[in-house]
């Protein structure tokens, strides 16, 4: 398709399982961002490509979130040991990088329940 | 730092009616984008109307509208006559420029609108 996409839409884990949310931006699109979205809170910043180099990594939580975008397209966000107060949605978006119009695509989301 | 401030967490309006939903917002830069982003509850955001900063003009998109002070940092959003798909979250972000290498953008907590028959 031409829009953005995760998978998976929905994931539940045990706590202490690992868990990785992939996302495919759209083609040709240079950034990519990662995005943590409680129920009802905004997104949240958690991390931003630009083609495969991670410039900005500030808003992972902790040491068990991981991102990697190895050739600049695909992108998977790993969460190791889950906790509970990880269940969220994972939104993902891209947009097309220099000179362009500002505007990020966002994916459906991934939404991941710790229990 | 970017800062994203949304004062009402909720609102309602009467279909076919006007309302005006408020984001204010600070930033060290002089240049930079501004943004208003709708979530319905099928959670896929989608972008609403958005304005650059070096532009005084005020940014339409039909029943869309923002009134964007750049000297208060405010940059509020005025919907139309409203309609019953207008219902749902409403979130207001900011963008540093994209010609430099580090970028980033910021959300507000959101407005959940509900648009009343």
């Known amino acids: 398709g031409a829009g953005v996409s995760q998978s998976p839409r929905y994931k539940v884990a045990k706590r202490g399982q690992d868990v990785a949310l992939r996302c495919d931006p759209i083609s040709g699109h240079v950034s990519l961002f990662w995005y943590q979205q409680a129920l009802g809170q905004g997104p949240e910043f958690l991390t931003y490509f630009q083609n495969e180099a991670q410039l900005d990594k500030s808003g992972l939580p902790s040491d068990r979130f991981f991102a990697e975008r190895p050739e600049g397209s695909v992108s998977t966000l790993k969460i190791q040991r889950t906790q509970q107060e990880d269940s969220a949605v994972y939104l993902c978006?891209?947009?097309?990088?220099?000179?362009?119009?500002?505007?990020?695509?966002f994916g459906e989301g991934s939404r991941l329940t710790v229990l | 730092a970017q800062t994203v401030t949304q004062s009402q967490p909720e609102m309602s309006v009467q279909e076919a009616e006007t309302v005006t939903l408020s984001c204010t917002y600070d930033?060290?830069?002089?240049?930079?984008?501004l943004f208003w982003y709708k979530q319905p509850p099928s959670r896929q955001m989608i972008l609403v109307i958005r304005q650059e900063a070096y532009k005084q003009q005020n940014a339409t998109e039909n029943r869309f509208s923002v009134n964007f002070q750049k000297a208060a940092k405010s940059f509020s959003l005025k919907i139309s006559d409203s309609q019953l798909g207008d219902t749902a979250m409403y979130f207001c972000a900011s963008r540093r420029p994209m010609k430099t290498s580090y970028d980033k953008v910021i959300f507000g907590p959101g407005t959940s609108l509900s648009v009343i028959p």
């Open positions: 930033t060290s830069e002089n240049n930079y984008y």
């Open positions: 978006a891209s947009s097309l990088g220099q000179g362009e119009t500002g505007e990020l695509f």
